[in-house]
């Protein structure tokens, strides 16, 4: 840091000398210079600049400041760090960037607290003089200023730099360690604004892209928030928004649609939805269904539930995972087995004849038509069949929650027809 500042001065002894005589002073702000000028005092910053315009000097000079504070700082944090054995993960983190730290651009640094106070307001004293060469014509101007830093003021400056650093790096560790925990969808919003600000407080290109990439992951969670349905009686359908296979809460209310059903509304309990409806106006002949509708981070999450106003009769419904298997070659997947587990809630006669399924990743959604499976009894029964064809595995794949949609076409005694929705997370070998 005295190398620089010597430097600094050997140059500026070079700017201001009157240059054989070409450089002629045609004013100035005192009779002659203040003896400061040329000069190091203790406790005082003494700088200068030379430009075309006097207000540019002025704040090169308050720039020259604010740098040479940035060096003090940097320097007084490092010797700290090196001398201390039980180094936190801060003082590592200044080693490390001490070099780009040590000339940060005024963008950079203004970011920093301890900067802010810096202004010509506090300038002890100045000096100026208006030149002109002799040969050129050129007008230029020097400045010079007696800035006050007192050592006091340095270990001042020290402690609040490692202290609110501490802060914001702690700040940035909670934050990754959440990202795992995630319960809500406002926590997903409030990491997201509290990164922004840690992503324009760090100054080393280390921690700042940490922030970033951070920040970028907690906005692609938004695109990965499902619907799990939880149950579908008539008059009352239950969900629950999920993010990586388990609930989460969210505060704004779903946007409720529907051309049959009338009366729709949505209520939250912990992190379960029911959206309950009137149903007395359907018919049976055409397709009864509503749309659940959600925007998250200005992301669209739609769902949509069908209602079979005939439902009373069977007492099925698709329950905990799907596993899907299959053979892959490169991209392309075949010999899909799906196998699920059904609940039924009485004894019955009913015959699965087609099951579609749409997957998170395929091309495609599979359908498997005229199976004839047969469900007797009651309890918690499995389920199992292969898709003949093929499907081919995209590279851009959406996972969203990893939730599987699809629904099943079932024959009750009568050979009523019955169609039966699920929304279940899944697991795959591909």
């Not at 702690?170 to 990754?176: C, F, T």
């Not at 999450?301 to 892959?328: C, G």
């Amino acid at each position: 840091m005295m190398k620089h500042w010597m430097k600094f001065l050997i140059l500026f002894f070079i700017l201001s000398m009157p240059c054989m005589a070409k450089i002629k002073v045609t004013q100035k702000s005192a009779k002659k210079p203040p003896v400061w000028v040329n000069t190091t005092q203790p406790d005082y910053i003494i700088t200068s600049a030379i430009e075309g315009d006097i207000e540019r000097a002025k704040n090169v000079c308050i720039d020259q400041v604010r740098k040479y504070i940035i060096d003090a700082v940097a320097q007084n944090v490092k010797s700290t760090s090196e001398n201390d054995i039980t180094q936190e993960t801060v003082n590592n983190e200044i080693t490390r960037f001490l070099d780009k730290y040590h000339y940060s651009s005024q963008t950079q640094s203004a970011n920093l607290p301890y900067l802010t106070g810096i202004s010509a307001s506090k300038v002890e004293d100045s000096y100026w003089e208006k030149r002109e060469d002799s040969d050129t014509k050129e007008v230029s101007f020097l400045y010079c200023i007696k800035y006050p830093f007192p050592r006091l003021e340095l270990k001042k400056l020290v402690h609040e730099f490692t202290k609110k650093d501490a802060e914001m790096n702690n700040r940035l560790a909670s934050l990754e360690k959440a990202y795992q925990h995630i319960h809500s969808v406002e926590q997903i919003g409030e990491a997201v604004s509290a990164l922004t600000g840690l992503a324009d407080y760090f100054f080393d290109d280390i921690r700042k892209k940490s922030a970033q990439r951070l920040q970028q992951n907690y906005r692609k969670l938004y695109k990965q928030i499902g619907i799990r349905e939880i149950a579908n009686e008539l008059g009352d359908y239950t969900f629950a928004l999920v993010l990586r296979g388990k609930p989460i809460t969210a505060s704004p209310l779903p946007v409720l649609k529907s051309e049959t059903l009338t009366q729709l509304r949505a209520e939250q309990q912990d992190s379960i939805w029911r959206v309950r409806y009137n149903y007395e106006t359907c018919s049976a002949s055409e397709e009864n269904s509503g749309i659940i509708g959600f925007r998250f981070g200005g992301y669209p999450l739609n769902h949509r539930f069908y209602v079979d106003v005939e439902q009373k009769s069977i007492h099925l419904a698709p329950m905990k995972e799907v596993y899907l298997t299959a053979t892959r070659r490169d991209s392309l997947l075949s010999g899909i087995t799906v196998r699920m587990n059904l609940n039924v809630g009485k004894a019955q006669q009913l015959k699965i004849y087609a099951i579609t399924l749409d997957v998170p990743g395929l091309d495609k959604p599979l359908f498997i038509d005229n199976l004839g499976l047969s469900v007797t009894g009651s309890g918690m029964q499995t389920l199992q069949t292969t898709f003949g064809g093929t499907a081919l595995l995209l590279k851009a794949q959406n996972y969203r929650s990893n939730l599987l949609k699809g629904h099943l076409e079932v024959l009750d005694e009568k050979n009523n027809i019955h169609r039966v929705d699920f929304s279940l997370p899944f697991k795959a070998n591909w």
